[in-house]
């Protein structure tokens, strides 16, 4: 992202700038129930068979339908079984795809602001020129930091260097984070905004895919760009 600073002040530096902006498991879990049922069926029917009457067998009509049903679960749980494999082949396709990522600058959209080597910044959008409140606080709600900002009118960039409101050098992690502007009533009101940072690994759960920027962990869909 290329910044152009306009105003420093404590604790981070803003600057106007141009920002670019299938689970598994459950799967798994029907396909199990799926099975059972499929082994309760057939042990019933078998049961069935073997203890019919000789002198009075099973209605042709109603075996041929069982034998359908049958054949109907069996083909379900074959189905249920490819599903699965494909639905993992394409997890892993996606993290090998993700990967490529790692070490590249990452835009992404958070509530939360990872601190890397003492440094982190954001981008937000203000619908015109004037005063913007910055908040940092830790994950547990303590307020650090309170900055003001003059902010153009559209995409700005706001770096901060990971010192608190005493000047005091805070250490890399998880912190939450607030954009806010004035309204020309006098009231005030969050403003959109996406974090950036350089992206340092992929995991998945099994259902979904995680992006990791330092200790913040955000899904891929809220990625809106990356830089080299």
Known sequence: MTVAPTQTGQGGTAAGASATGAPASGGKN???TLSSN???FLNLLMTQLKNQDPTSPMDANEFTSELAQFSSV???INTNTSLTKLIELTQAGEVMQSSAMVGKQIEVAATDLSLQAGRAAL???APAAEPVMISIA???????LDTIVSATRGSNGWTWDGTDAKGRGLPD???KVTVTGANPDGSTSALPFTVVGTATGVATDGSTLALQIGKLSVPFSAVRSVHQ
């Open 30 to 32: 029907a396909l199990g």
């Open 38 to 40: 499929f082994s309760d």
């Open 74 to 76: 069996e083909q379900q």
């Open 123 to 125: 981008s937000f959008t």
């Open 138 to 144: 830790t994950e547990t709600g303590a307020k650090v």
């Open 173 to 175: 992690g998880t912190y």
